[in-house]
């Protein structure tokens, strides 16, 4: 099953633009990750953001963390037509299976 | 690094054959985890291994399906029997700390 839930679960936007991503998961975790997918192709690792931080940056991604909503957003800051994937948040949790769950992705379409 | 690697990148079989998917994963990675994609259900976790040992393979939808780690630098899944259901994109991915690093996956269409 999945653990986190993504909204939108689409958007489309002019180069140049920022585009946020929500992710809304339901246990404690122990982190939380963010992948992109280009279409055709495996995930690649974005950014990792701990259960005891609530923001971190990496380049033009902006990544925050809201435990006790028990939800995450991602940001991209200008965005670029490169940037068009389908981008997941996967969170790790504190106990039980030691493995990533992903959740169910949004798919970026940025227009040049 | 060659990054994690897969083989085959596609393969189509027919109903009720086996199929065996192979992963290379980066070298000194510890984990080994295997995930399917649909449009359906999304990704699953379908097994993953520590130190070559299987630790949780609650995901493995059914008795068809099995996966083995001879050591370090190998694994696979297999199906046996296939069937049309199991159409997906399989990945590999490992990982020696936090990231996960992903393999281009193998597309199964079974007919």
């Known amino acids: 099953s999945q653990q986190g839930e993504e909204d939108p679960q689409a958007l489309s936007i002019q180069e140049g633009e920022n585009a946020t991503m929500n992710c809304s998961y339901k246990?404690?975790?122990?982190?939380l990750q963010w992948y992109r997918q280009n279409s055709g192709r495996g995930l690649v690792h974005l950014i990792l953001?701990?259960?005891?931080?609530r923001e971190k940056h990496s380049g033009r991604l902006r990544v925050t963390l809201d435990t006790s909503k028990k939800s995450s957003s991602l940001l991209i800051t200008a965005s670029r037509a490169a940037d068009t994937a389908s981008y997941f948040c996967?969170?790790?949790?504190?106990?039980?299976?030691?493995?990533?769950?992903f959740g169910s992705g949004t798919r970026l379409q940025v227009q040049p | 690094d060659a990054g994690v690697i897969q083989s085959p990148r596609h393969e189509v079989t027919e109903m009720g054959q086996e199929v065996t998917l192979r992963c290379k994963p980066i070298?000194?990675?510890?984990?080994l985890f295997w995930y399917r994609q649909t449009m359906m259900r999304g990704l699953e976790l379908l097994i993953y291994?520590?130190?070559?040992?299987?630790?949780?393979d609650s995901g493995m939808p059914e008795d068809r399906f099995s996966a083995k780690m001879p050591n370090a630098s190998f694994s696979t899944l297999k199906i046996q029997p296939s069937e049309p259901r199991d159409s997906a994109v399989y990945f590999c991915?490992?990982?020696?700390?936090?990231?996960?690093?992903f393999g281009s996956g193998t597309r199964l269409t079974v007919v």
């Open positions: 991915a490992s990982r020696k700390f936090y990231g996960y690093t």
């Open positions: 246990t404690s975790i122990n982190n």
């Open positions: 953001i701990r259960s005891n931080e």
């Open positions: 996967a969170t790790f949790m504190d106990t039980g299976r030691r493995a990533l769950t």
């Open positions: 070298s000194g990675h510890d984990y």
């Open positions: 291994f520590n130190n070559n040992v299987p630790i949780d």
